[in-house]
Each structure stands twice: as structure tokens, then as C-alpha cells.
């Protein structure tokens, strides 16, 4: 391709808005397939099962996702904005910046598209594009593009922006110059490490154990929350900053594209009985639209009352007796701990009542485990 061409691809990418972008080669990444085999055969991709070999597979190889593709057009966009304060003083949890506007696969989707059905339409050669939805691992192929370099917490850092970007990926047969990667490195600086609640992040860096990681937990784990991470997870109740928020590079840049960014305080800190007490058309009515919605109704309310174990006072005491009742059995376990938390942490007067009355009526084995436990104590 010529300069003439190349610079016309950089021009409808800048016209969807995607000022950051650059070009990988459409060919495997050194050491990328084996150490995402290494994980799994650690048992590190937790209860990620779709992340099977031929998964893998398909992910580190551009040809797999688009036969005789010949280059990678990454684009990025930010996702650091501020938080809007509450103004008030009730329990809220957090949401990780990302999910605080709108689900940034849709955001993507209609540009990626468009860029793809462009390139088809002026060229004649195939494009085909993808967010983190398809089989295509987009975080070493921004690094291979020059847009920045992976750091320690496994995100991909962009110099004055930082990990606070979201990526997307058009594979296309063309023959376009590509990017030349970044020489730069996180050098002795671990903040993310030391950051990390749980230690999900290995000792020295570049690996995140998922089965540890608040982000998996939060969102992807339909199961039970284990015990012994529960306390750890603060007031987050879908994904996790944690790792983010400490790293150094862009840290004092506040930039995001417009609809990634909250438009309430709500939207950031969600307060944390709202979330208990909704049911599906009220989670489906509130998220739509969101990525919030990955978490589904039920795991987001469990993670509501663990964030409640950790910050909430004798005024959410009511609204976890409520949950303790909850029709999902995942959610009347994760209430039934935190009642515990609460009330043994405020002095309150009659929790231990509260789940006495529902272990005499609970019928599920582990939700009555956890009623014992939470009566007993640690």
C-alpha cells in the first residue's frame, strides 16, 4: 500500500473518533499462545472454561480470525474519568471506570464496523473487526503497534494515558505499514503489585491468577465468592481500579471518551441498598445498555452485600435481613456473611436473630452453612 492509501486509513480511523490507533502485523506475537497456556494449565483463567486451547488457539493467531489477514489496525480510546462526588453519606460500592457509562462494546462496534465496511468498500480486500467479545487477544497487538507496552498488572500502559484505555481491533488483508513497539518498560516501580487487595498479581509481575482477582469475581463468577477474599473486596461491586489507580503513567491525566464517562455520582458509587433491592426488571431497567449487565442481576446483588460486609452500617441492616430472604440462593448466602460483618463490627441489636429465623426456614445446604457461619463468627 501506498503512503497515499495508508494515510486515507488514518483518515475515516480518525473520523469515528479513534485518534489513537496503530498498525500491528497480522502474525502471532512471540510467547504470547504459551504463556496463556501457561495460565490455563495452571488453573490461573479460574472458571473461564470458554478459554479452552482451541480458544487460545484462535486468540493468538489473526489468520485464524480472519484468513490471509496482513495487518492490525488497533485503536483506543480513555476511560479516566474523575469521580462525581455522592453528596451524601449512604453505603455505596464502586464500579470500575470502564462500566460506569456505556458498554464500550457497543460504543466500538458501529466505528470498528464502519472502518471495517470502508476499507471493503475503497479496496476490495477483506476487513473484519472485534472487541474483547471475539477471539482475538488485543492488548499484545497494541503493544506490538507501538501504541504503548504491557506492564506488570498485565495492562497495557500508553504513554500520558496510562491503562486507562479500552481496545479495539479491524484485521484486514491490506498491506499497511505497521507500528514499530515502544522501548519502554515498567523498570523496578511494582506499585500495581503492592496494590493489588488479594494479590492476584505474581511477585514479579506480568501474570494475574484470576481464581485471586477481584475483576473475575465480580463479574465472570457466577459461583460463590470464597470466604477468605470476601473482606478484601472493599466496596467494589463490578471490576476492580485497584491496580489502575496506582500505576504512575498517566495517573494525572484525567481523559475520557464521553459516554465511558459517569453521568451521576450514582453511575460511579452506586448506593449499595438500591442494588440489594432490585430484582431482574429493575437490574435490567437500571443497566441496560451497560456492561454492568455481564455481571447479571444475581451477581451483582451478591456482590452488593459482600461490599456491605465491608462498609455498611446498622442502617443497611434492614435491607440485608431483606436479602437473607432473597429468592436466589446465591444472593441469601453472601447476605447471610454479611450480616455478620455488620453486626458484629456495629454492636447492632438483633442480627444474630434475623439469621436464626432464617436458618430455622433455609432449605439450601451451603446457604445454611454460611447462616452457621455467620452466627458463629470467625
Known sequence: MNALQQARIREFVEAEGLTLAGIAPAQPVAGVREAAMAAREAGRLAGMGWMDESWIGRATD????????????????????????????????????????????????????????????????AARATVDYGPLLERPYAAAAGLGWIGKSTMLLVPGIGPWVLLGVVATTLELEPGTPLRKTCGDCARCIAACPTGAIAPDGYSVDARLCISYHTIENRSVVPRELRARFKDWVFGCDDCLDSCPVGASRWESYAEFAPATADDARPPLRELIALDDDGFTERYRGRAVMRAKRDGLVRNACIALGNVGTAEDLPALADAVADQSALVRGHAAWAVGQVGRRVGAAGWGQTLEGRLAVEQDPWVREELRFALEGE
Open 62 to 125: 489473526p489468520q485464524a480470525f480472519l484468513p490471509g489477514a496482513r495487518s492490525l489496525i488497533v485503536v483506543g480510546l480513555p476511560c479516566h474519568a474523575p469521580d462525581p462526588p455522592p453528596g451524601d453519606t449512604v453505603s455505596r460500592g464502586r464500579v470500575a471506570r470502564y462500566a460506569r457509562g456505556r458498554d464500550y462494546h457497543r460504543v466500538f462496534e458501529k466505528r470498528l464496523r464502519r472502518i471495517a465496511r470502508t476499507i471493503r468498500e475503497e479496496s476490495g480486500e
